[in-house]
Every structure is written in C-alpha cells, then in structure tokens.
T-cell receptor
Framework: QQQVKQSPQSLIVQKGGIPIINCAYE??????FPWYQQFPGKGPALLIA?????SEKKEGRFTISFNKSAKQFSLHIMDSQPGDSATYFC???????????FGQGTELSVKP | NAGVTQTPKFQVLKTGQSMTLQCAQD?????MSWYRQDPGMGLRLIHY???????DQGEVPNGYNVSRSTTEDFPLRLLSAAPSQTSVYFC??????????????????FGAGTRLSVL
C-alpha cells in the first residue's frame, strides 16, 4: 500500500509564483519528514526536513507546513525561479537516517 | 569528497543475464540502501543495511540480492534479469543510530544513479 501519497503529479507555474506540493501519510509512527529535490540525470538531494513537533519550517524560499492531526504536510516555494524546475519528493521515516518511504513525486516546471 | 559513487551509469542487459550494480561511500556511514525509481511511483526501497554483515529487505526485494562485507560497499545483484527490472537504481547512505535530534544529522545522501534496461 502507498503509505505516503503526494499530489499533484505535475505542476506548472510562472516565475514568481508559489507552487504548493501536498503529501499525506498514514503511519502515525513516522517521526521525520524530508523533502528531496531531483534534477534530470541526478540523484535526489535533501532540500528541507521537519519533525512533527513543529508546524512550520522555513529555509530560504522553501517552507514546510505540517499538520499532525490531519497527517498532512506540504512544501511551498516562495518567489519560484526557473532554476527550481525539478522533481520534488516528499518522504517519511520512523527514524532519521533510516528507511525512507517516498511519495510518488511532483514534476515542477517554472516558466520564465 | 566523492560521497556516494555508483557504477555503471548505464547498462543494457538481456533477459536472464546477471549483473552487479556497485555502490561505494567514503563518509563512514553505517546505513546504506538501494532504491528503484519508476515513473509515477517515486522511489521504492529494495534492500538496506545498518552496518557491515547486516542486511534486510525493503518494499520490493524480489529478484535482487545484497551483501555488506565492508562499511564502504553495498553491491546490488540481479541474478536473472527480467524486463520488469528496467528502472533507474539509486544507492543512498547516512549515519545511523544517533540520538541527536538535530535535523542536520543523519541526512541520506544519494548517488547519481544507474539506468538499467532489460531487453
């Protein structure tokens, strides 16, 4: 079964827009929620991560919003740029450094 | 600073052939894992290891074998390749088992991937 569900599958925004990618999880034992960014031909790289004891985490133009009661979390990209065009994956784990369960991925395209 | 190195980058196999995908890391990480990436399915865990001599199955282990004889290396073996194993394979590593709650610890680092086609 898909333990982490991600939407949308693809997203197109104009430069300066605020794309939002959503994820929902089922297992309440998950304790660590990272987002990974992947450029074509490259491996995923950690972008930002959050633990469930906070509702929001911001790093530069990237923000994670976390709703523990709804078992949902989302990635917001402020002032998006063409260089942000990539595939984004949410993930969840019961422990940092351990097994990651990934969402299906969102292909983001930021138009100039 | 090599990080996680995967070889080869590309491979074409015929059905029934065997091969080994290599993964090496130079960060002295205890945890290593293999994922496969398929369109619309994200990354799915194949096998993982929490240290030398210790391996376990992930979500999609069938058709794959692993071993971990050293901390640095974690090869993935396809014993008899099938077209369903056509995919992009990623190896990852991280430190593991620390109680430090800082989000800066235990980050998983991924290799650049191996693109495998089975005809």
């Amino acid at each position: 079964q898909q333990q982490v569900k991600q939407s949308p599958q693809s997203l197109i925004v104009q430069k300066g827009g605020i794309p939002i990618i959503n994820c929902a999880y089922e297992n309440t034992a998950f304790d660590y929620f990272p987002w990974y960014q992947q450029f074509p031909g490259k491996g995923p790289a950690l972008l930002i991560a959050i633990r469930p004891d906070v509702s929001e985490k911001k790093e530069g133009r990237f923000t994670i919003s976390f709703n523990k009661s709804a078992k949902q979390f989302s990635l917001h990209i402020m002032d998006s740029q063409p260089g942000d065009s990539a595939t984004y994956f949410c993930a969840a784990s019961k422990e940092q450094g351990g097994k990651l369960i990934f969402g299906q991925g969102t292909e983001l395209s930021v138009k100039p | 600073n090599a990080g996680v190195t995967q070889t080869p980058k590309f491979q074409v196999l015929k059905t029934g052939q065997s091969m080994t995908l290599q993964c090496a890391q130079d960060m002295n990480h205890e945890y290593m894992s293999w994922y496969r990436q398929d369109p619309g399915m994200g990354l799915r865990l194949i096998h993982y290891s929490v240290g030398a001599g210790i391996t376990d199955q992930g979500e999609v282990p069938n058709g794959y074998n692993v071993s971990r004889s050293t901390t640095e290396d974690f090869p993935l073996r396809l014993l008899s390749a099938a077209p369903s194993q056509t995919s992009v394979y990623f190896c990852a590593s991280s430190s593991y088992g620390y109680k430090d709650m800082s989000l800066a610890k235990n980050i998983q680092y991924f290799g650049a991937g191996t693109r495998l086609s089975v005809l």
